[in-house]
């Protein structure tokens, strides 16, 4: 089945280390998003790949960057993380356009020791 | 700034009722609106994508009504089951953007 698979599903890492956190789909979409979402809140757009394309929030912290090496994967890497990046992070992937619906992975919740 | 709300922020119910969930907006420009189901420690499911010039979209027990105008939707469950326990999140794309506004959901409980 084509989907959005999030790689891994539970990342633990130390205060400081960096992480990667990987996302790739099946769908062949154009558009690859990463939100995060913190316990009991609503999921919060960190940034969003059109193609080639790089697009950043304005209120993302300059510790989290993002690669997409092709139209199948994107990265997400955090250089330093602190306790408060602590959350899962979903990768969801639309075809361009705005009546486009999103499709999300099951996550991959990141713990900071 | 968009701002997405629901209300109530958790719901419980006896199986077999029908039930209503609430989503308001503070900007009725949006391009759509969106339901997504979202299961304990699981990414986001979606239900239902409803486009600004519909009224309403129905799927199996599902069917979810949008008045722009108003700022509201709805998304209604019919006869409700224990396997329809999870948090529902509705969210928003806005015109000139290609980010969902997400409301911080409804937690569900249907009690067998």
């Known amino acids: 089945d084509a989907m959005v698979i999030q790689n891994p599903r539970y990342q633990v890492t130390q205060f400081g280390k960096p992480v990667t956190l990987s996302c790739s789909q099946t769908l062949n979409h154009n558009v690859m998003y990463w939100y995060q979402q913190k316990s009991s809140q609503a999921p919060k757009l960190l940034f969003h790949?059109?193609?080639?394309?790089?697009?950043n929030e304005a209120d993302t912290p300059d510790n989290f960057q993002s690669r997409r090496p092709n139209t199948s994967f994107c990265f997400l890497d955090i250089r330093s993380p602190g306790l408060g990046d602590a959350a899962m992070y979903l990768c969801a992937t639309s075809r361009a356009g705005p009546n486009q619906p999103q499709h999300f992975g099951d996550g991959t919740r990141l713990s900071i020791l | 700034k968009q701002e997405v709300t629901q209300i109530p922020a958790a719901l419980s119910v006896p199986e077999g009722e029908n039930l209503v969930l609430n989503c308001s907006f503070t900007?009725?420009?949006?391009?759509?609106l969106q339901w997504f189901r979202q299961d304990p420690g699981k990414g986001l499911t979606s239900l239902l994508l409803i486009q600004s010039s519909q009224r309403e979209q129905t799927s199996g027990r599902l069917n979810a009504s949008l008045d722009k105008s108003s700022g509201r939707s709805t998304l209604y469950i019919a006869a409700s089951q224990p396997g329809d326990s999870a948090t529902y999140l509705c969210a928003v794309i806005g015109t000139g953007a290609n980010n969902l506004f997400f409301g911080t959901g409804t937690r569900l409980t249907v009690i067998p």
């Open positions: 790949y059109y193609d080639k394309d790089f697009n």
């Open positions: 900007d009725s420009a949006i391009y759509n």
